[in-house]
């Protein structure tokens, strides 16, 4: 017999929080489930808990690092720009029919890390390109969607490499817990309690209207336009289907759209970015008229600047994000190479495509509207941390003013 | 450290066999499989070799018992009658585009037993007519596709249920691996071998073109007239798309269109038939110009009333096939609760909707002239066993002669 790592209470309880507070899942919803294989305890988990919130039908669709690997490992070369769009569009159906969506991550981050970077950066423009349709819906809010996490081995072995398999499960689990605040007696009150915080935060930014943030730290020394219209948002969140849900458990940080014109200067980042199964660290990056004029890094820079030649879009902002340095997932200390935990440490910034929710009235305007404004559009969205202990940031007013917004990595 | 039961030789050759003689992949071709989540490794090792064999792209679509128990448990009486139209459209879309088909069957048969019949037989209607689309281009063979067995251990544990778990499900692999032609040196050569002789029945039967089977056994006298212009067919099959492909691994059967309008008399069960997690047995059925007028069964006769309610003609025959009782899956003398293998073990007869394949130049007919030959339509097939070691069948021609073709369970 043996013991799991994972506390099944607590694996509940953040089935429960994913699906009540993460989605919000209405009475009479159908919810699609993507997942890794390996996170079968929290699927299971989560559709009994989606059955008994109402949910009128749940349909897991589950994926395997070995099948993934197998591809690469055995498949043609001329097969790597294909993906299963059919599966994309009957996605894409769903949510037209008022489908909730939920993600749970958990792979082994490193994943492709011994692959062709070739292959890889094909497979994942061929699956960006093909999951655009569905992804819009999810990117512009049309329905309420939310992404949480599985303490998955592999990756637990990655963030824990000198620990024996079980122990780094259950450290990774309980910092997935923990930073899901389902480690209280009461998860749904801690999360009112935070959202409360984080609209006290986004209601601020919204009534000083900046027109630029102003970045400084070592290395750093940049300033980001915001789009016309921006709006912040962070924490809880309505969808245009009239239903507010978390839509990242965990969650630190607010966030608004940048204009893509307007972004100058330097920048450095100060966590290494996992990237397709690929560690990028020492970013260093000059922005000019809003797009990158020169990109290095100290490891996978030739993956970054693939990652930036996407398309047009994937060399200027799409999101400028903001997360104080004592935020509890960075005082952990600990680096995920997971997006969902690392761009909640830190104050970050987006490649790529923005999100349109980040607007005033955003889901009543056109893509052209969007872009008139300042909103980037890419097939990429690729969020990388700048942030740290000696961050500090001045919003600037449209007449010039210098409100201080940060100081020394906290609020000013 | 667990030795497997299942012999990882064996498996590959499985593997192997499904690709090449089951589907006969192309070179290029998408594959879209569908699989109980608990027969990943068969997944793995089936991927693997579909892109040695140049597949282009291989898709998992994994299934979970827990998942589908949670909902009959847990959900709502109110939605029983959805099914993920989405998913199947999905696959229909892919079929379109050329993808090739496998499923992998392998979960516990009496999976459902449990739970409330009504609720069974709800999901079942409404999975059922949203995958028709898709189902059609598998029926009408429009692509190559193969069905093919995991030896799963809640399967195994319902087979051997005195039996520890590790030794049933080793008992089940062979059993599979054995019936699938696995066990030899060469598979590839003993399935050539074997559709060669299923290859030699079909012509003989074809050039027969009997008008009607005769068949007597023990509580049964059943007169089944063919379709005209029927097929019979057999072993490997080829598809619209030009790909001969063997559709069952294993199989045993030759089998064709039965008359909708003719079938007359009396006919009983000679196996218990595992129907969406429940068991039929005893069955006693009496049609009467080809539709059912009485029937009943010693156990399930409520469910089997259910299935035959389900729409004009699931009361009716789409198919009848010949197996002799000396049949390896017959002298295992295993019953597997599964079609797959059962139906293998004993001549048999369908509710249900008819192969378009089983019709002289089936493909270029429409389903108007289908049913104006006697081939019947239906949201439902579902076979079930009625031969045995007595079992004596003729055939009788138009003109009123008899043909042995069967004597005591043998071919005559
Ligand atoms: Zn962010
Ligand atoms: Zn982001
Ligand atoms: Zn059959
Ligand atoms: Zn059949």
Redesign the interface.
């Known amino acids: 017999m043996t013991d799991s790592p994972i506390d099944p209470t607590l694996l509940e309880r953040l089935a429960e929080v994913s699906v009540r507070t993460g989605l919000n899942l209405q009475?009479?919803q159908?919810l699609v489930l993507t997942a890794p294989?390996t996170a079968?305890p929290l699927?299971?988990a989560i559709?009994?808990a989606a059955?008994?919130a109402?949910?009128?039908?749940?349909?897991?669709?589950?994926t395997?690092s070995?099948?993934t690997l197998?591809?690469f490992e055995?498949?043609?070369d001329?097969?790597f720009d294909?993906?299963?769009?059919?599966?994309y569009?009957?996605?894409a159906?769903?949510f037209d029919?008022g489908?909730a969506r939920m993600a749970i991550v958990g792979e082994d981050p490193m994943l492709l890390s011994e692959q062709d970077p070739a292959k890889v950066s094909r497979v994942g423009k061929a699956t960006s390109t093909a999951y655009k349709p569905a992804l819009e819906k999810i990117s512009t809010f049309e329905i309420n969607w939310t992404i949480c996490a599985w303490p998955g081995e592999s990756w637990a072995a990655r963030m824990f490499p000198d620990l024996p398999t079980g122990d780094a499960q259950a450290k990774l689990a309980d910092a997935i817990f923990s930073a899901s605040r389902v480690n209280t007696d009461d998860p749904v009150a801690a999360w009112d309690e935070h959202n409360a915080t984080l609209r006290a935060r986004t209601r601020w930014l919204n009534e000083q209207r900046f027109s630029a943030l102003h970045f400084r730290s070592p290395g750093t020394d940049l300033t980001v336009g915001l789009a016309d219209d921006h709006e912040w948002h962070g924490g809880a969140s309505e969808a245009q289907n009239g239903v507010v849900c978390n839509p990242n458990i965990p969650t630190e940080e607010v966030f608004t759209t940048p204009h893509a014109q307007r972004v100058d200067g330097t920048v450095c980042s100060t966590k290494p970015l996992s990237h397709q199964g690929s560690l990028i660290d020492g970013i260093e990056v000059t922005f000019k008229d809003g797009r990158i004029v020169e990109a290095k890094a100290d490891k996978g820079g030739d993956i970054l600047r693939e990652l930036i030649a996407t398309d047009e879009g994937a060399a200027r902002l799409g999101e400028v994000a903001l997360v104080p340095h004592s935020s509890p997932i960075s005082q952990s200390g600990l680096l995920f190479y997971n997006t969902l935990f690392d761009e909640n440490a830190a104050c970050h910034i987006a490649l790529g495509q923005c999100y349109s929710k980040c607007f005033l009235d955003g889901a009543s305007l056109t893509a052209e509207q969007i872009a008139e404004k300042g909103g980037n559009s890419s097939l990429i969205h690729v969020d990388w941390m700048i942030g740290g202990a000696e961050t500090d940031i001045d919003g600037i007013t449209a007449d010039g003013t210098r409100v201080p917004v940060f100081r020394a990595g906290e609020w000013a």
Chains 1, 2 share one sequence.
């Open positions: 009475p009479g159908e294989v079968l699927v299971r559709t009994r059955y008994a109402g949910a009128s039908l749940v349909t897991p669709l589950l395997d070995e099948v197998a591809r055995t498949a043609g001329e097969t294909l993906a299963p769009g059919w599966l569009s009957g996605m159906e769903a029919r489908a």
